[in-house]
């Protein structure tokens, strides 16, 4: 069974930044797209950027370039840098792997 492990999660203020890394239990190469969402009290579960396993990317449109996903071999993870945060940016950050399995989220609060 696929597990992914998020970390990474936590309080940062405003203009701040942020990692997040997800650990498969297998090997990143194993899936075709790996990708970071994102879900905010009362709203919906969002896609935030996807990277497939030929390296490229995606993002959402709403980000304006604050965020980077990216993935390292070495480590066999997939990490979301996040730059410039906003309190709009607070939500549960989730690890997807295929649009078909979810890591249990991390939490990510953006306030002063």
């Known amino acids: 069974q696929v597990q992914l492990l998020e970390s990474g999660g936590g309080l940062v203020q405003p203009g701040g930044s942020l990692r997040l890394s997800c650990a498969p239990s297998?090997?990143?190469?194993?899936?075709?797209?790996m990708a970071w969402y994102r879900q905010a009290p009362g709203k919906e579960r969002e896609l935030v950027a996807g990277i497939t396993r030929s390296g490229s990317t995606n993002y959402a449109d709403s980000l304006e370039g604050r965020y980077t996903i990216s993935r390292s071999i070495s480590k066999n993870t997939v990490s979301l840098q996040m730059n410039s945060l906003k309190p709009e940016d607070t939500a549960v950050y989730y690890c997807n792997a295929d649009r078909q399995y979810w890591g249990q989220g991390t939490q990510v609060t953006v306030s002063s």
């Open positions: 297998g090997s990143i190469f194993s899936f075709n797209v």
